[in-house]
C-alpha cells in the first residue's frame, strides 16, 4: 500500500502546501503517519483526503488494486484531468467517493461500472453550491463530465448522498429508476442539461431533505407525487421550463421545508396557496414567471421568512397588510408586477436590508424609511412615490448607510437633502440606471456640496430634474466615481475643473442643460479611463480641448451643438497612441471653421462622424484611414438591428457601442437607440466643401452627405449594408448606376439633383422606392418603359424629409419614351 502512494505521488505534479513532502522511500514503513493518509488498526489504507491541494494528474495514477481497503477517497478541489477510471467499480469497500470540483479538463464518461460498488453511501460527481445567501454560487472550475448519468447507480441502495451538479455536459432524462434509492438525503443534478420532465418516481425517495433540480431544460408540470415527501427541507426547481400550476393540491406534507426555489419557470395561475402553511421557510424565490393575481391575506404566517421573492410577475392589488407578521425578512422583492397602493404592510419589518419595490404603481411617501434602519439597497424607482424628500435625511443616522439608492421615474419633489452627503458607502447602481431615466422634479443644485463627500459613490444620475446653479466642484473629491450623468437640467455656469480629479470617470454626460465657459479648463489628461463625454445643447464655447487626445479609451465625443470657435487643431502627431478607440465624433452646430484636419480622417474605429452645420471649407482627403467604415462585418444581427438600451449609459462589448444617440439628416432628425456595430455614418452637409463624389467612398460602409458633383461612381455598388443613403441637394449628374440597386436601401433620396435617362429596374431598383427618392429635380429621369412610377408613401420616407419647407404632392414620372419632363399635380 505505502507502494501504490509513492507511485501516485510521482505521477502527480504540483501540490500545496507541502502536503505530500514526506512521503518518500526513506520513511516507508511510517505510511500510516504520512499526511493526508488513515490507517485502520491492521495498518490498512482506509482514508485518503487530498482535497485542496490544486494537484495536477489522474485517478488512473492511483492503483487502487493495492488498495483494497480503501473506504474514503477525497480528490475535492484539484486539477486533475481524464475522467473517473472504469476499474474503479472494483473498489467494493469504498464508502465515500468525492471527486468534486476539478476544472475543464477532467471529462469524459461516468462509467457503468460505479453501480459495482455496493458498500457506496457518498458519491459527489460535481460541485457544491451554496444557498445560504441571496447570491448564487457558480464555480471557478466546473467539470466537463458529458453523456448521461449511468442507470447502474441504482443499485448502490445504501446511497445517502448523490450529487451530479456543475457537470455542465451531462445531459438525457433523469432516470426513473432511481427511485430504489431509498436511503438518499442529498440528491443534486444543479447546472447541467439535463432534459424531460421530473420523474413521479422520485416521490418515492421519502428520507430525502435536499432535492436540487435546478437549472436544467426540464419541462412538463411538477409532479403532484412530491408533495408528500415529509422530510424535505430544501427544493430547487428554478430556472427550468416547468409549466402548468406549481402546486395543484390544497396541502403538502412539506412542514419541514426550509427553502424553496420555482423562479424562472413557465408556472402560470395565482399564488401557490399551500405555500402559506410551510411554516418552516426561511427563503422563497418566485420571481420570473408569469403568476397573476394578489398575494394571500394569510402569507403573515410565514413568519420564520428571512428573504422573499416575488419579481418579475404580473401579481396586481395591494401588499397584504399580514407582511408586517414576517418581521424577520431581510430580503424583500416585489419589483415589475402591478402592485397598488402603500409601503405601509412593511412598517414592522425592521430587518430588512434589501427592499426591491420597482417598477410597481404604489403611492407611498418616503415615510417608511423612518423604521427601516438598517436598510442598505432600496430600489424603488419607476413608481408613483410623492412627497418630499425629508425622509432621506434619516439614511445618514444608520450605522453603515445605505449603499444603492433608486427613486428615480417617481413624482418626488423638492431640495435634495444635503444629509445624503453623509452617506460614505454610497454607490449607486448603474446596471439599474441604463432601464430608467430619471423624471421628477428635484431642484436646487446648490444644496449638494456635501456629495463630494461621498468617497464611494461611484454612479450619480441626477438627470431630467429641475436642478439649477452650477455644478458643485466639490464632486472633484470622488475619486471613485465611474458615471456622472447630470443631462437635462437647468444649471447655469462652468464645468469645474476639479472634475479631473475623478480619475475613475468613464462617463461624462452634461447635454442639453445651459452650461456656458469652456471645456479647456478640464485637463483630460488626468481622465485616462474616459469612454463617453457628452456636452452637447450647451451653450459652450472656446477651442477644441486639445487635452482630449489624450483619452486612450475614448469612444465617444459629443461637443454638438454649443458654440465651440476657431479651427479645429491640425498638429495632431498621428504616430502616438491616442483616439484609436473613438466610434463617434459629432461637432455639428458650431462655429469652427477652416479645413476639416487631417487626424479625422485617420481614426481606425469611426463609425459616426458628424461635423454638419460648419463652415468647413476646401478638398475630400484620402479616406483610407477610416478603416473603421470598410470592416463591418456581416451577421444575422445586422438584419434586425441591435439591442434597445436607455441613453445614460455607454458599453463597450468587443467591438459594440450600445448608446442612445440623435442623427440629424439634412434637417430630419432621427433618434436612434442601438448597438452601434450597423450604423456607419458620416455627415458633411452644409459645409462649404464642394469636389466631385470620391470614388474612395466606394470602399466605406456609410452614409454620406455633402456639396458633391459629377456622376454617382460605379462602386457604390458595393456598399452591401448600407441601409440609407442620402445624396439630395447635390451636383450629381449623369446616369443613376445600375450597380446601386445591390445594396437593399430602406431610404433613398437622389431628389434635387441632375441625373438624366431612365431609372435602373435591376433588383426592381424602380419600383422598390417612393417617387420622392427621385423628385423634385431631376429633369431629365424618367421612368421605366412597362409603366409609370407611382407614388408610395413608405413609414421611413414619411418620417425622414429632408427639407420640411417644400411643398409636398403627388407627382408621376413620365416613362421612357414619352415626354422628357416630370408632371407635378396637386392630389391627395
Not at 323 to 332: D, G, K, P
Not at 431 to 447: A, H, P
Amino acid at each position: 500500500e505505502a507502494n501504490a502512494l509513492l507511485q501516485f505521488k510521482a505521477e502527480i505534479e504540483n501540490y500545496t502546501d507541502n502536503a505530500l513532502d514526506g512521503w518518500t522511500t526513506g520513511n516507508r514503513s511510517t505510511y500510516c503517519l504520512w499526511t493526508r493518509v488513515i490507517c485502520d488498526d491492521e495498518l490498512h489504507v482506509i482514508s485518503l483526503n487530498f482535497s485542496g491541494l490544486k494537484m495536477n494528474g489522474t485517478l488512473a495514477s492511483l492503483e487502487w488494486g493495492r488498495l483494497q481497503r480503501l473506504q474514503t477517497l477525497n480528490v475535492h478541489d484539484n486539477f486533475l484531468f481524464g475522467g473517473v477510471p472504469a476499474e474503479y467499480g472494483n473498489m467494493s469497500s469504498l464508502r465515500v467517493f468525492y471527486i468534486g470540483e476539478q476544472g475543464d479538463f477532467f471529462n469524459g464518461f461516468i462509467p457503468e461500472e460505479l453501480g459495482l460498488i455496493s458498500e457506496l453511501e457518498f458519491l459527489a460527481l460535481g460541485t457544491l453550491f451554496n444557498f445560504d445567501s441571496k447570491q448564487e454560487y457558480y464555480p471557478d472550475r466546473s467539470n466537463k463530465m458529458r453523456g448521461p448519468i449511468p442507470k447502474s447507480i441504482t443499485n448502490c441502495t445504501k446511497l445517502w448522498y448523490l450529487d451530479f451538479s456543475g457537470n455542465f455536459y451531462l445531459t438525457g432524462p433523469i432516470p426513473r429508476e432511481y427511485r430504489h434509492l431509498v436511503n438518499l438525503e442529498y440528491l443534486s443534478f444543479e447546472q447541467k442539461n439535463f432534459t424531460g420532465s421530473i420523474p413521479s418516481e422520485l416521490g418515492n425517495l421519502t428520507m430525502i431533505k435536499f432535492l436540487n433540480l435546478g437549472n436544467n431544460a426540464l419541462e412538463r408540470e411538477f409532479p403532484v407525487e412530491l408533495a408528500s415527501l415529509s422530510e424535505i427541507e430544501f427544493l430547487n426547481v428554478g430556472t427550468n421550463f416547468l409549466t402548468g400550476s406549481f402546486l395543484t393540491v390544497e396541502s403538502t406534507s412539506w412542514s419541514r421545508l426550509e427553502k424553496l426555489f420555482i423562479g424562472e419557470n413557465n408556472f402560470r395561475g395565482g399564488f401557490p396557496r399551500a405555500v402559506t402553511a410551510m411554516t418552516a421557510l426561511t427563503m422563497f424565490y418566485m420571481s420570473i414567471k408569469e403568476f397573476t393575481g394578489g398575494l394571500p391575506e394569510n402569507l403573515g404566517q410565514l413568519a420564520n421568512l428571512r428573504h422573499f421573492s416575488f419579481g418579475i410577475n404580473r401579481l396586481d392589488g395591494q401588499l397584504p397588510d399580514s407582511l408586517n407578521n414576517c418581521t424577520q425578512l431581510q430580503t424583500l422583492d416585489a419589483a415589475s408586477n402591478n402592485f397598488t397602493g402603500t409601503l405601509d404592510p412593511l412598517r414592522n419589518l425592521s430587518l430588512l436590508v434589501i427592499l426591491e419595490s420597482a417598477n410597481n404603481r404604489l403611492t407611498s411617501t418616503l415615510d417608511l424609511l423612518r423604521s427601516l434602519s438598517l436598510l442598505v439597497y432600496l430600489y424603488a424607482d419607476n413608481n408613483r412615490l410623492t412627497g418630499m424628500l425629508d425622509p432621506l435625511r434619516n439614511l445618514s443616522m444608520l450605522s453603515d448607510g445605505i449603499r444603492f439608492l433608486l427613486l428615480n421615474d417617481n413624482d418626488l419633489r423638492g431640495h435634495i437633502p444635503a444629509e445624503l452627503g453623509k452617506l460614505p458607502n454610497l454607490l449607486g447602481r448603474p446596471e439599474e440606471y441604463q432601464r430608467d431615466q430619471s423624471e421628477q422634479q428635484f431642484s436646487d443644485m446648490r444644496n449638494p456640496p456635501e456629495f463630494g463627500s461621498l468617497e464611494s459613490l461611484e454612479y450619480l444620475g441626477l438627470h431630467v430634474n429641475g436642478l439649477t446653479g452650477g455644478t458643485p466642484p466639490e464632486l472633484g473629491r470622488l475619486q471613485n466615481m465611474v458615471y456622472l450623468i447630470l443631462h437635462s437640467n437647468n444649471p447655469t455656469g462652468t464645468n469645474p475643473a476639479s472634475l479631473a480629479n475623478c480619475r475613475s470617470l468613464t462617463n461624462i454626460r452634461l447635454s442639453d442643460s445651459e452650461l456656458t465657459g469652456t471645456v479647456t479648463q478640464i485637463d483630460f489628461l488626468q481622465l485616462r479611463s474616459l469612454e463617453s463625454f457628452s456636452v452637447n445643447g450647451n451653450q459652450l464655447g472656446g477651442e477644441f480641448p486639445v487635452s482630449v487626445y489624450n483619452c486612450t479609451d475614448l469612444k465617444l465625443l459629443d461637443l454638438s451643438s454649443n458654440e465651440f470657435l476657431e479651427e479645429l487643431p491640425d498638429n495632431y502627431e498621428y504616430s502616438q497612441p491616442v483616439l484609436r478607440d473613438l466610434r463617434v465624433l459629432k461637432l455639428s452646430s458650431n462655429k469652427f471653421g477652416g479645413r476639416v484636419p487631417g487626424w479625422i480622417w485617420k481614426l481606425p474605429e469611426l463609425q459616426v462622424l458628424d461635423l454638419s452645420h460648419k463652415s468647413f471649407t476646401g478638398v475630400w482627403p484620402n479616406l483610407s484611414g477610416l478603416e473603421g467604415f470598410s470592416r463591418l462585418e456581416a451577421s444575422p444581427a445586422d438584419a434586425g438591428g441591435g439591442s434597445s438600451v436607455i441613453d445614460v449609459r455607454l458599453e463597450v462589448e468587443g467591438r459594440k457601442l450600445l448608446e442612445q444617440m440623435s442623427i440629424e439628416a439634412k434637417g430630419s432628425r432621427l433618434e436612434l437607440e442601438y448597438v452601434l456595430e450597423t450604423l456607419f455614418s458620416i455627415d458633411l452637409s452644409y459645409n462649404q466643401l464642394s469636389v466631385r463624389l470620391p470614388y474612395a467612398l466606394g470602399e466605406l460602409r456609410g452614409l454620406t452627405y455633402n456639396n458633391f458633383s459629377g456622376e454617382i461612381p460605379q462602386v457604390f455598388g458595393d456598399l452591401l449594408r448600407l441601409h440609407s443613403l442620402n445624396l439630395s441637394a447635390n451636383y450629381l449628374t449623369g446616369k443613376i448606376p445600375a450597380v446601386l440597386s445591390r445594396p437593399r436601401l430602406s431610404f433613398l433620396n437622389l431628389s434635387y439633383n441632375f441625373h438624366e435617362d431612365e431609372i435602373p429596374t435591376a433588383n426592381a431598383f424602380s419600383t422598390r422606392y417612393d417617387i420622392l427618392s427621385f423628385k423634385p429635380g431631376n429633369d431629365q429621369l424618367c421612368g421605366p418603359r412597362s409603366r409609370p412610377l407611382v407614388r408610395r408613401k413608405t413609414a421611413t420616407q414619411a418620417e425622414a424629409r429632408p427639407y420640411s419647407g417644400i411643398r409636398r404632392s403627388s407627382s408621376w414620372m413620365v416613362h421612357c419614351g414619352g415626354s422628357s419632363k416630370s408632371e407635378f399635380r396637386s392630389g391627395s
